[in-house]
């Protein structure tokens, strides 16, 4: 079976510009998670789904984030403006139950 | 609040050696899972295990082992006879019941370098 899909992988941009991060969940699975992660951080959860319905989105940093999941198969995470302080790694999950399973990772370089 | 503790910032062990990572946790919960990643150099998140916390039999699979104390608050990972494919990024990670185990709280990890 497919694991968790993202795209793209790499990701550089300049400062201003927006970015769309892509994520195809496991099939079959209802909840789906993004995280970011830095080295001064580490691993932080900025918002999840469950049955494409946002239920906590506490952790995304500000305005200039936004995240949809217009369906089961599908979600995206915007930043819009760009800022270099954004660059990460940012990883996408998803689950059935207690488990998460996590994609590869995009990560970004905002210049 | 929840938390996750990973003391050992960085281990450095010989190919062959015996090597244990520490994970500590707080939660007020009754109820949660605690899971154990593994982050490789390509940078991809693997899980390895999940527990949950009525269950402290420990587990092991294959070179892998983990022990679960309740009384310590600990969930410890252990690899037997380590090799150089065991070198990553060990993530502990939390998720609580009051949560709907939706939420998982890493650890700061743990670097495992395993030289020849």
């Known amino acids: 079976d497919a694991g968790v899909i993202q795209s793209p992988r790499h990701e550089v941009t300049e400062m201003g510009q927006e970015v769309t991060l892509r994520c195809k969940p496991i099939?079959?699975?209802?909840?789906l998670f993004w995280y970011r992660q830095t080295m001064m951080r580490g691993l932080e959860l900025l918002i999840y789904f469950n049955n494409n319905v946002p239920i906590d989105d506490s952790g995304m940093p500000e305005d200039r984030f936004s995240a949809k999941m217009p369906n089961a198969s599908f979600s995206t995470l915007k930043i819009q403006p760009s800022e270099p302080r954004d660059s990460a790694v940012y990883f996408c999950a998803s689950s059935l139950i207690e488990t998460q399973y996590f994609g590869p990772g995009t990560r970004l370089l905002v210049l | 609040a929840q938390k996750v503790t990973q003391a050992q910032t960085e281990i450095s062990v010989v190919e062959k050696e015996d090597v244990t990572l520490d994970c500590v946790y707080e939660?007020?919960?009754?109820?949660?899972?605690l899971f154990w990643y593994k982050q490789p150099p390509s940078g991809e998140l693997v899980f390895l295990i999940r527990r949950n916390s009525f269950d402290e039999q420990n587990e092991i699979s294959g070179r892998y082992s983990w022990n679960f104390q309740k009384s310590t608050s600990s969930f410890n990972f252990t690899i037997t006879a380590s090799q150089v494919v065991d070198s990553a990024v060990y993530f502990c990670a939390l998720s609580e019941g009051d949560t709907g185990f939706q939420k998982l709280v890493f650890g700061t990890g743990t670097r495992l370098l395993v030289s020849p």
């Open positions: 099939s079959g699975h209802n909840s």
């Open positions: 939660t007020r919960d009754t109820t949660y899972y």
